[in-house]
């Protein structure tokens, strides 16, 4: 049987109204996973965008704890800059295509207007039916040469979050 939107919010609730994200983390990637290998969710939710289009869209924001489900369809490619999600965290999970993800580490925090400063710690490839969880204040960056489809788990609608101001590094 197909899994569903409603499903997969009501998973997630119950899961963040038993335990803290940081202790349940785990259980919402495998729920996650659940809709990232069911074609007809993955079909219904992640439509093909024009390469002009804003490639995240909301799918769900629960009213109760503020948890959003996001569809992220990149037409081509897409290099992000490390990054945080603020005060909130996320999960991401692969659709279709690949992602490069860079974990980055924070070598000197920033204040003001000056920038905290990070190198990269790891990198891996992000295939589809893969969840990662990035944890209040962990950098990251992605990197997408093709078309990819991702579904994202946000703590908090990040349309009202401001992030870090972070530059990067090398060794």
Excluded at 32 to 51: G, V, Y
Aim: some cysteine; overall charge negative; proline content about 7%.
């Amino acid at each position: 049987m197909p899994y569903s939107m409603s499903e997969l919010a009501d998973d997630v609730r119950s899961l963040l109204n038993a335990a803290p994200v940081s202790e349940c983390s785990d259980e919402i990637c495998g729920v996650l996973r659940n809709a990232l290998t069911d074609e007809s969710f993955t079909s219904a939710h992640l439509q093909e965008r024009e390469a002009d289009e804003h490639p995240r869209e909301i799918l769900y924001e629960d009213p109760e704890l503020g948890f959003c489900i996001c569809g992220h369809v990149y037409a081509g490619e897409a290099i992000g800059q490390p990054h945080d999600h603020g005060p909130s965290w996320a999960i991401y999970g692969q659709a279709s295509g690949t992602t490069e993800m860079t974990d980055w580490e924070i070598v000197e925090p920033g204040s003001g207007d000056s920038p905290s400063l990070v190198r990269p710690r790891k990198t891996y490839v992000m295939n589809p039916g893969d969840a990662h969880f990035y944890n209040v204040g962990d950098v990251h960056s992605p990197k997408r040469t093709a078309p990819t489809r991702l579904i994202r788990i946000e703590g908090k609608n990040l349309d009202e979050v401001t992030r870090s101001n972070i530059a990067a590094f090398l060794d």
